[in-house]
């Protein structure tokens, strides 16, 4: 059978909206610098979608569980191999997604006879300061992308754009304290979820998204789901970093909001 750049164009167009129609119905995660750390925050029903990689490093997505927990156990180990066979300042967040993991996300997505990443994932590193923590975003086909303060990954390109909106308001000045950041990153999850969800489907624009709306629709989220939030604390004396902060500290924001 005679394989044709034409048959490659149709079979990678045709896996792109396979993987975009189940990545739309998935459930954002939100990322933030604050002044103490660094925060990743979703909504789940029952597994863990946030984990510590390394030392200074965290990771999150949507999408097929088994494929980010293959990247997640991959990326575990190249940061503890880079870390013994070099230091642990030298594992950083970019040599883990652009060295190790997006290759072999891009090989499996441009492979027709297997299989590709069903994911959009979103990888934390946390710097000595707010300005210099660093967000990379993972998509389904390799490609990466760098990004400072804020990050998110949901089921459209156009959802992440409008968390990005709520993550860094046109107002805001410097990096927020934690309870500040936890109220931008669940407002941005609502908004992640409703544009990707029902926004989308009813072709709406994005005024229709109005606080109240935002605030209803997070409040019915949360009869299903439970929020995850996990951090990596700048400020914390102990040797590990990372820890899924309590109901205890984010109730508080929910009774806010």
């Known amino acids: 059978m005679v394989y044709t750049p034409y048959d490659f164009n149709e079979s990678v167009r045709h896996r792109t909206e396979y993987i975009e129609e189940r990545l739309r119905d998935g459930s954002p995660v939100a990322g933030i610098s604050y002044d103490g750390g660094v925060l990743l925050l979703s909504l789940r029903r029952t597994q ?98 760098s990004l400072n303060w804020a990050a998110a990954v949901a089921g459209t390109p156009e959802a992440e754009e409008q968390m990005i909106r709520q993550l860094v308001p046109e107002d805001a000045d410097g990096a927020p304290d934690l309870q500040t950041a936890l109220e931008r990153a669940l407002r941005a999850w609502a908004v992640g979820r409703l544009w990707a969800v029902e926004v989308h489907r009813e072709e709406e624009e994005d005024d229709t998204l109005t606080d109240e709306r935002i605030r209803t629709f997070l409040h019915e989220q949360l009869e299903d789901l439970q929020v995850e939030a996990g951090v990596l604390d700048r400020l914390t004396k102990r040797e590990r970093k990372f820890r899924l902060l309590k109901d205890s500290e984010v109730q508080p924001v929910l009774e806010r909001i």
Do not use: C, W
């Open 48 to 145: 863990r979608k946030i984990f510590e990689i390394y030392d200074r490093l965290m990771f999150a997505g949507l999408g097929n569980q088994s494929d980010l927990e293959i990247i997640r156990v991959g990326a575990i180990d190249f940061a503890h191999q880079e870390g013994y066979a070099r230091s642990p300042d030298d594992v950083t967040i970019q040599r883990v997604v652009g060295f190790a993991i997006s290759p072999g996300v891009k090989r499996a997505f441009g492979d027709v006879l297997n299989a590709p990443f069903v994911v959009r994932a979103l990888f934390a590193e946390m710097g000595r300061k707010p300005e210099d923590d660093l967000f990379y975003t993972l998509n389904y086909d390799g490609e990466f992308v």
